[in-house]
C-alpha cells in the first residue's frame, strides 16, 4: 500500500486514525453519536481547517464536516483562497456529532485533544485556520474570546516539532446567523492566503 507523506514506516495512518476515532468510547459524547468526524481532506496539507463540533440535527443525508450548508460556505471560501481540495484537510475539535442542546466540557474536549493532535503530526500543515471560539480556545490553551483573537497569528504549540501559525476567525455557523461578519472573516481568510504564499 503507498505510504502517507512524510509517515514513519509502521506509524498509524490518518485513515486508522480516522477508525479509532469512529470507535472512540473516551467520553460519554459517544452515547449520543450519530456520526463521528474525523475529517476529510488531502493527506499533504498546507492549510488544517478545524471547527468545533457538528450539532446532530445539522447534519444532512451525505457525510459533512461542519454541516451541509456551513461545509458549501466552507468550500466556496477555500476555493476564493485559491486552494485546491487536496491541499486542506477540514476536522473538528471533537470527533463525534453533538446534540444541539448539549456544550461538551472541558473533559470531553480533552479527550478529543488526543486525537487531534495526533492528525496535526501526521499532516503536518503549514498554518492551521480555527473557525470558532471553543476550536481556538481549546488549541490555544485561553479562555479569551473569539472577537478578541482573531485578525492576527498565533502559534500552536506540537510540543515536538516547530510550532505552527494559526489563525482564529469565525465559524460558518455564525456566519450563515452573521452575515455582517463575512467580511472580517475574508480578511482573515487573505491574511492565510498571503502567509502560504509566503511560506
Not at 476515532?21 to 476529510?40: D, F, M, N, W, Y
Request: hydrophobic share 35%.
Amino acid at each position: 500500500p503507498l505510504e502517507e507523506p512524510g509517515r514513519a514506516p509502521g506509524a498509524i495512518t490518518i485513515a486508522e486514525l480516522a477508525d479509532e476515532i469512529s470507535a472512540c468510547h473516551l467520553c460519554a459524547l459517544c452515547q449520543t453519536r450519530k456520526v463521528s468526524t474525523p475529517g476529510e481532506g488531502g493527506l499533504d496539507p498546507d492549510l488544517l481547517v478545524v471547527g468545533d463540533w457538528l450539532v446532530s440535527s445539522a447534519e444532512g443525508s451525505s457525510y459533512s464536516v461542519f454541516g451541509e450548508q456551513q461545509d458549501q460556505m466552507l468550500y466556496r471560501m477555500i476555493a476564493a483562497m485559491d486552494l485546491q481540495p487536496s491541499q486542506v484537510f477540514v476536522t473538528n475539535l471533537i470527533k463525534c456529532s453533538v446534540p444541539e442542546t448539549l456544550r461538551p466540557d472541558a473533559t470531553q474536549i480533552g479527550s478529543c485533544m488526543g486525537y487531534l493532535k495526533q492528525q496535526i503530526g501526521l499532516l503536518g500543515p503549514r498554518v492551521i485556520l480555527t473557525m470558532g471560539g471553543p476550536a481556538t480556545q481549546a488549541m490555544l490553551g485561553v479562555s479569551r474570546p473569539l472577537i478578541g483573537l482573531r485578525g492576527k497569528f498565533h502559534q500552536f504549540r506540537t510540543g515536538g516539532g516547530p510550532d505552527i501559525p494559526l489563525m482564529p476567525t469565525f465559524h460558518p455557523s455564525y456566519l450563515l446567523k452573521n452575515p455582517e461578519m463575512k467580511q472580517p472573516t475574508w480578511n482573515d481568510l487573505q491574511a492565510v492566503q498571503k502567509r502560504l504564499n509566503e511560506s
